[in-house]
């Protein structure tokens, strides 16, 4: 799909559907300044209120056979994330009808214009995502191939090309989340980074299931030791300031299914957990999107890969393994497998790449999901600036954070009676903390910041610019992040 700023007035567009935001004030407005606004507005069943919309034909003042009207709510309350979902909305009722091109009129509200064109643009190319690949196509069926915004500028312009290239890659973390899991493999994913890796110019290292061994990566290869399919572990070096020497890592989970082992998920917790490599796909994504962008920013990628699966091999409860930091873990539950490859991979990250700083993102805890629901991304951090930052993040791009404690108390919930940790809680409580307070055993006291996107990661039901399916939510807010 192509999406462009253009100066052609509205009066002379000619594609299929021309889409107009308006606020509540702007919809009940009595005066106007062209025919077409008064043909507009004079619609009957629109009044402007968030989220509504209406189709009109054949507005006489404009050659497009269709205008569709989207409310954005009170003016004053007329936010970013409102207009992104009105594009969202827009191009929704595009692919409804069918149609191959239209126009979006730039709102007038009082926002900054490359962020209106951001909001815009990402409207559009999360809105009009799905995961199709599964399903037979009506021959009928039309893609949206064109999509112009009626406004122009250097910083338009730019800020549409940016935010694309973003969404661009969000919808490929939902394409890799989406996928079967016998296609998303560890090894797969491993030989999509490096493909990537090569396409882009970013440095690319790759553990097999015997390197890992030989290195003491005893907590991967524990999870991934009854799988049929060997473990990866994938180091994406991206060098985006080479006179500087800072650098930043990020870590992703890559469990690319998860069945909880012998402590079996039940049904109607297991149905999406191809998902529970979101984090990892994440990662890849945010790696990506660094190197299109040019972000002066020297951005490590870890993604640890392996499926925690049951069989006569599997992992067991009561097990203890050596971790590569040297610390020993107790299995307590075998559901609890993400923050055991994430140990080994964080600490990896951290004693050996030596980062400034370091991110984690993982689908980690159903007790994130209770907390926060699908709404906010759940984080616990060790150091109070970076946190700050990615609140800051958080807030600019709607993929919003909230911080938890990780009190000195909640430790003895992780420690085992056995060896020195145990992988699951001894209380049924705070179990998002309790997650955090395990993986920070492994960070040598690196500032960190771990993120939780188990709420966020996965849609019931299609929500404005949110799939069905994977959300692909945390990578823009890493993006973010990262240039900020």
Same mark, same amino acid.
Request: proline letters at 3%.
């Given at each position: 799909?192509?999406?462009?700023?253009?100066?052609?007035?509205?009066?002379?567009?000619?594609?299929?559907?021309?889409?107009?935001?308006?606020?509540? !004030?702007?919809?009940?407005?009595?005066?106007?300044?062209?025919?077409? !606004?008064?043909?507009? @507005?004079?619609?009957?069943?629109?009044?402007?209120?968030?989220?509504?919309?209406?189709?009109?034909?054949?507005?006489?003042?404009?050659?497009?056979?269709?205008?569709?009207?989207?409310?954005?709510?009170?003016?004053?309350?007329?936010?970013? *994330?409102?207009?992104?979902?009105?594009?969202?909305?827009?191009?929704?009722?595009?692919?409804?009808?069918?149609?191959?091109?239209?126009?979006?009129?730039?709102?007038?509200?009082?926002?900054?214009?490359?962020?209106?064109?951001?909001?815009?643009?990402?409207?559009?190319?999360?809105?009009?995502?799905?995961?199709?690949?599964?399903?037979?196509?009506?021959?009928?069926?039309?893609?949206?191939?064109?999509?112009?915004?009626?406004?122009? $500028?250097?910083?338009?312009?730019?800020?549409?090309?940016?935010?694309?290239?973003?969404?661009?890659?969000?919808?490929?973390?939902?394409?890799?989340?989406?996928?079967?899991?016998?296609? #998303?493999?560890?090894?797969?994913?491993?030989?999509?980074?490096?493909?990537?890796?090569?396409?882009?110019?970013?440095?690319?290292?790759?553990?097999?299931?015997?390197?890992?061994?030989?290195?003491?990566?005893?907590?991967?290869?524990?999870?991934?030791?009854?799988?049929?399919?060997? #473990?990866? /572990?994938?180091?994406?070096?991206?060098?985006?300031?080479?006179?500087?020497?800072?650098?930043?890592?990020?870590?992703?989970?890559?469990?690319?299914?998860?069945?909880?082992?012998?402590?079996?998920?039940?049904?109607?917790?297991?149905?999406? /957990?191809? *998902?529970?490599?979101?984090?990892?796909?994440?990662?890849?994504?945010?790696?990506?999107?660094?190197?299109?962008?040019?972000?002066?920013?020297?951005?490590?990628?870890?993604?640890?890969?392996? *499926?925690?699966?049951?069989?006569?091999?599997?992992?067991?409860?009561?097990?203890?393994?050596?971790?590569?930091?040297?610390?020993?873990? *107790?299995?307590?539950?075998?559901?609890?497998?993400?923050?055991?490859?994430?140990?080994?991979?964080?600490?990896?990250?951290?004693?050996?790449?030596?980062?400034?700083?370091?991110?984690?993102?993982?689908?980690?805890?159903?007790?994130?999901?209770?907390?926060?629901?699908?709404?906010?991304?759940?984080?616990?951090?060790?150091?109070?600036?970076?946190?700050?930052? /990615?609140?800051?993040?958080?807030?600019?791009?709607?993929?919003?954070?909230? !911080?938890?404690?990780?009190?000195?108390?909640?430790?003895?919930?992780?420690?085992?009676?056995?060896?020195?940790?145990?992988?699951?809680?001894?209380?049924?409580?705070?179990?998002?903390?309790?997650?955090?307070?395990?993986?920070?055993?492994?960070?040598?006291? @690196?500032?960190?910041?771990?993120?939780?996107?188990? $709420?966020?990661?996965?849609? !019931?039901?299609?929500?404005?610019?949110?799939?069905?399916?994977?959300?692909?939510?945390? /990578?823009?807010?890493?993006?973010?992040?990262?240039?900020?």
């Amino acid at each position: 799909m192509k999406i462009q700023a253009t100066t052609q007035q509205i009066e002379k567009i000619k594609t299929d559907l021309v889409a107009v935001l308006l606020t509540k !004030e702007e919809a009940d407005q009595k005066t106007t300044k062209t025919e077409w !606004e008064k043909q507009v @507005v004079q619609a009957k069943d629109f009044h402007g209120e968030s989220g509504s919309s209406s189709v009109l034909y054949n507005i006489g003042a404009l050659t497009s056979p269709r205008v569709v009207l989207v409310g954005l709510g009170d003016q004053k309350k007329c936010s970013l *994330e409102e207009i992104r979902k009105g594009a969202a909305v827009a191009i929704q009722t595009a692919r409804a009808l069918n149609i191959e091109t239209m126009s979006i009129v730039f709102p007038h509200a009082l926002k900054s214009e490359a962020d209106v064109a951001r909001v815009l643009t990402e409207g559009v190319v999360l809105g009009n995502y799905s995961f199709s690949k599964y399903k037979t196509r009506d021959p009928k069926d039309k893609d949206l191939k064109e999509v112009s915004i009626l406004a122009d $500028g250097t910083t338009i312009r730019a800020a549409i090309t940016n935010a694309q290239t973003v969404c661009a890659n969000v919808n490929m973390v939902r394409d890799l989340a989406n996928e079967n899991a016998d296609e #998303a493999t560890a090894v797969n994913i491993a030989q999509t980074a490096a493909r990537i890796a090569k396409e882009t110019g970013i440095k690319c290292t790759i553990f097999d299931e015997k390197k890992l061994k030989s290195m003491g990566m005893n907590l991967i290869c524990a999870v991934n030791q009854g799988s049929a399919v060997p #473990a990866r /572990m994938v180091i994406l070096e991206y060098a985006g300031d080479p006179r500087s020497s800072r650098k930043v890592a990020l870590v992703g989970k890559g469990i690319t299914f998860d069945s909880g082992g012998l402590n079996l998920k039940p049904t109607g917790s297991i149905e999406n /957990m191809k *998902e529970d490599m979101s984090g990892a796909a994440i990662v890849l994504g945010t790696l990506k999107t660094c190197a299109e962008l040019h972000i002066r920013k020297n951005v490590i990628g870890i993604l640890p890969l392996t *499926e925690n699966p049951i069989g006569s091999r599997a992992y067991k409860p009561g097990d203890i393994f050596k971790s590569y930091a040297g610390k020993t873990v *107790e299995i307590a539950n075998t559901d609890a497998e993400g923050r055991l490859i994430l140990a080994d991979a964080l600490a990896y990250t951290t004693s050996v790449m030596k980062p400034d700083f370091v991110v984690d993102v993982a689908t980690l805890t159903g007790m994130a999901q209770y907390t926060f629901a699908d709404v906010v991304i759940a984080m616990m951090t060790n150091n109070s600036v970076l946190g700050q930052k /990615m609140r800051n993040a958080g807030e600019k791009t709607f993929e919003r954070v909230w !911080e938890l404690p990780i009190y000195e108390e909640y430790k003895e919930h992780v420690k085992s009676d056995f060896a020195d940790l145990r992988n699951s809680s001894k209380s049924k409580y705070a179990g998002t903390i309790t997650a955090a307070l395990f993986l920070q055993e492994f960070v040598n006291n @690196v500032p960190w910041v771990h993120l939780d996107i188990a $709420g966020v990661s996965w849609g !019931e039901k299609n929500s404005k610019y949110l799939p069905m399916g994977a959300t692909g939510t945390g /990578m823009r807010l890493l993006v973010e992040f990262l240039q900020s």
